[in-house]
């Protein structure tokens, strides 16, 4: 499939909304990282950033989890590595939930 032509101001603004998803994307995956917001609150956003980030991004951006045992997580709960969060089904985010539910 060819990519459209575009002018260079639809270029420009396509660089400018690209650069805010980036942006906006990084935010939530440090707030997941510095435990500000929760695993249940990302995967019940309904919006594209988050429907359009891989799964194992979003699992390597918990505390605790790198690359490997991302790749494991994905691996054990037959989650493909290129899955995105849109894409997951609601027993694959039950399961994620009970994994990285905070225990009392």
């Known amino acids: 499939m060819a ?4 002018t260079k101001a ?3 603004e396509a660089l400018v909304k690209a650069a805010a998803v980036r942006k906006e994307r990084g935010e939530i995956l440090a707030g ?3 435990g500000k917001v929760s695993l249940k609150e990302v995967l019940e ?3 594209t950033v988050v429907g ?3 799964v194992k991004r979003l699992l390597e951006s918990l505390p605790g989890i ?3 045992r991302a790749g494991q997580l994905l691996n054990d709960h037959d989650i493909s ?3 995105r969060v849109q894409g997951l089904g609601a027993r694959q985010k039950e399961r994620l939930l009970e994994l990285f539910s905070p225990r009392g």
Do not use: F, M
Request: glycine share 4%.
């Open 66 to 68: 790198g690359k490997v």
């Open 52 to 54: 359009k980030t891989y």
């Open 3 to 6: 990519l459209p032509n575009l």
């Open 45 to 47: 956003r309904e919006d």
């Open 10 to 12: 639809q270029r420009a």
């Open 32 to 34: 997941l990282k510095d």
């Open 81 to 83: 590595e290129r899955r």
